[in-house]
């Protein structure tokens, strides 16, 4: 069964690097929003 993992700041240098890391091992299912979906620093957003 595949891994799901969140991914924030998939655009930015560390998440995306961290995307590509994690899609190199396979058998992940990754997900991520920009911030303009979902703003992190809005606490009834991300419950
Ligand atoms: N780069 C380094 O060497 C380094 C070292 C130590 C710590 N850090 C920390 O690691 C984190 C990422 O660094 P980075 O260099 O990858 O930064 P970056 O290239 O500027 O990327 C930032 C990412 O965070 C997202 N983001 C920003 N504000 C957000 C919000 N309010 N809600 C949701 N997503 C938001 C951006 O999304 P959008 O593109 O959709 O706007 C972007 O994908 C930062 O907190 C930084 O301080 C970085």
């Not at 998939?10 to 690097?17: D, I, L, N, P």
């Amino acid at each position: 069964m595949a891994k799901r993992i969140y991914i924030a700041g998939h655009r930015g240098m560390v998440g995306s690097a961290l995307s590509r890391a994690l899609q190199s091992e396979g058998d992940v299912e990754l997900s991520s929003a920009t911030s303009a979906e979902l703003d992190l620093r809005d606490q009834k957003a991300t419950c």
